[in-house]
């Protein structure tokens, strides 16, 4: 039973909420049920965005943040979202080894979560997930995904605050995703400021911050350089997100950015349900002779709709 296991893990128990991010991971009916539970029972959980390039060293430097946020008593989740990866259900290998020092603290729940090229499953999945680990006394969720586009846009869309880490020797990848990296980006991390160049791309991060200036809510994103591999800059990070947190707050940003959050969850889950319910109506065979209609001239896109969503007559 759903309610079970969701009592069961907001006890503490961690096979039952493994088990609840399996189902959200999913989908489906079982899914929806999740949904229907932790709804009601989730609290003021703050999620964390963290993105940058493969291999810019995210998840070094998110067992780094882990360390520093549990050296101040809180609890954290961390979700690692792979969008190509066909894993699923637990830890990415590599990612076993970089965050592996926290495999046995109770307050660290460390889970990966495949997209399986869905970028939609992720945009439903992301929110779900973070209830789930809320209601189970996570009150911070930080999740881990690779740059690419259009799955960055969709994690920035479900954080409270994003983090895009770059590396030294980035200015021309910076100048060339500018608009991108400055519309998502509310800190930003230069990591692995051991090796050089780390001055040119913060001199760089800064000039295109003087020129855009602060963003409509008057925030101007903080440059934080760390060496993930040791730790430094962890801290740093962290008190970043806690000044972005508070800004969110005393501006009222924090409850406008999670209503519109509620509103696009919804018309999502409703188109996702609409399109099942057509395919449902049309039938596979249905489907394709429409299109091939279409395709074939003999019939108007338009039309073609109306038809798909003539009322049955019955
Ligand atoms: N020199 C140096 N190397 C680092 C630093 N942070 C991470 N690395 C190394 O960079 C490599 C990639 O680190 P990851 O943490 O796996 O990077 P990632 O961004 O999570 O990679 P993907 O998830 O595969 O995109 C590893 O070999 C790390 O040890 C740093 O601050 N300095
Ligand atoms: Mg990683």
């Known amino acids: 039973m759903t309610s079970d296991l969701v009592a069961a893990a907001r006890a503490g128990d961690r096979g039952a909420l493994a088990k609840l991010l399996s189902t959200v991971e999913r989908g489906g009916r079982e899914a929806h049920e999740v949904g229907r539970a932790t709804y009601p029972l989730a609290g003021d959980g703050y999620t964390i965005g963290l993105t940058g390039a493969p291999g810019a060293g995210k998840s070094t430097l998110t067992s780094a943040v882990v360390a520093a946020v549990r050296a101040r008593g809180e609890r954290i989740a961390v979700l690692a979202i792979d969008p190509s990866s066909p894993y699923t259900g637990g830890a990415i290998l590599g990612d076993r080894v970089r965050m592996g020092e926290h495999a046995l603290d109770e307050g660290v729940f460390i889970r990966s979560m495949a997209t399986r090229g869905h970028l939609g499953g992720l945009a439903l999945a992301t929110p779900e997930a973070v209830r789930v680990l809320d209601v189970a006394g996570f009150p911070w969720v930080l999740i881990e995904t690779v740059g690419v586009g259009q799955v960055e846009v969709e994690v920035a869309g479900a954080a409270d605050t994003t983090v895009v880490v770059v590396n030294p020797g980035w200015g021309d990848r910076v100048q060339a995703n500018k608009a991108g990296l400055m519309e998502i980006a509310d ?5 692995k400021a051991d090796r050089p160049g780390a001055d040119t ?15 409509d809510d008057g925030w101007r994103p903080p440059v934080v350089s760390a060496v993930s591999t040791t730790g430094q800059g962890a801290g740093e ?19 406008l950015r999670r209503e519109q959050r509620v509103r696009d969850e919804l018309a999502l889950i409703v188109e996702k349900r609409l399109r099942a319910r057509v395919d449902r109506m049309l039938g596979e065979a249905g489907r394709r002779q429409l299109e091939d209609d279409v395709v074939a001239g003999r019939l108007d896109p338009w039309s073609a709709a109306d038809r798909v969503l003539e009322e049955p007559k019955n």
């Not at 800190?187 to 990591?191: E, G, L, T």
């Not at 791309?201 to 911050?209: A, Q």
């Open 237 to 255: 990070l962290w008190d970043a997100v806690l000044a972005h947190r508070a800004h969110l707050e005393t501006s009222g940003t924090l409850a």
């Open 201 to 215: 791309t913060r001199r760089d991060l800064e000039s295109m911050l003087d020129l855009t200036g602060s963003g």
């Open 187 to 191: 800190v930003f991390v230069i990591n």
